[in-house]
T-cell receptor
Framework: SQQGEEDPQALSIQEGENATMNCSYK?????LQWYRQNSGRGLVHLIL?????REKHSGRLRVTLDTSKKSSSLLITASRAADTASYFC???????????FGTGTQLKVEL | NAGVTQTPKFQVLKTGQSMTLQCAQD?????MSWYRQDPGMGLRLIHY???????DQGEVPNGYNVSRSTTEDFPLRLLSAAPSQTSVYFC????????????FGPGTRLTVL
């Protein structure tokens, strides 16, 4: 069963704009992670936020976590064409390192 | 380091055939796992291993076997391929069960006719 659901399913923006993706999940988590997948490639880990954290930054990425609403958001600032990819949230519910992935958001950044 | 490698990149099977998807990592990672990715769905965990000689089932284990005889290798075996197993398969590894960043291989695209 899917733990995470991303919203929107697809997002198209212009280069330089900010992109926001949201993830909702169903059960309590230890941490939530965001991954990027370029077309036809494997997933690349972007950022991890633990259940006791509310916000985390990494370069142009900003992740927030609201455990009361069971939701997270990923903000990419000043987007670039190279950010075009699918973005997935994944939750770790405490069973070791087993992750449950959402269905992903397809981001397209146009020049 | 080569990271996580997977072979083959593409494979076409007929229903009922068996095959093994190979996965290897050269980072001395304890934890390895297999996921499948289907259109419109996120990745789903098939099997995982927390160390050599130790494996366990994930969310969708039916029709697949794994073994972990060495730290480096974690092959996934399809016993009798079915069209429902048409998917992209990803192998991932992490330093240990307590380290959270997982490193993914490039994937194997499998089609079962």
């Amino acid at each position: 069963s899917q733990q995470g659901e991303e919203d929107p399913q697809a997002l198209s923006i212009q280069e330089g704009e900010n992109a926001t993706m949201n993830c909702s999940y169903k059960t309590s988590i230890n941490n939530l992670q965001w991954y990027r997948q370029n077309s036809g490639r494997g997933l690349v880990h972007l950022i991890l936020i633990r259940s006791n954290e509310r916000e985390k930054h990494s370069g142009r990425l900003r992740v927030t976590l609201d455990t009361s609403k069971k939701s997270s958001s990923l903000l990419i600032t000043a987007s670039r064409a190279a950010d075009t990819a699918s973005y997935f949230c994944a939750t770790d519910t405490g069973g070791g390192n087993k992750l449950t992935f959402g269905t992903g958001t397809q981001l397209k950044v146009e020049l | 380091n080569a990271g996580v490698t997977q072979t083959p990149k593409f494979q076409v099977l007929k229903t009922g055939q068996s095959m093994t998807l190979q996965c290897a990592q050269d980072m001395n990672h304890e934890y390895m796992s297999w996921y499948r990715q289907d259109p419109g769905m996120g990745l789903r965990l098939i099997h995982y291993s927390v160390g050599a000689g130790i494996t366990d089932q994930g969310e969708v284990p039916n029709g697949y076997n794994v073994s972990r005889s060495t730290t480096e290798d974690f092959p996934l075996r399809l016993l009798s391929a079915a069209p429902s197993q048409t998917s992209v398969y990803f192998c991932a590894s992490s330093y240990s069960i307590r380290r959270d960043t997982q490193y993914f291989g490039p994937g194997t695209r499998l089609t079962v006719l």
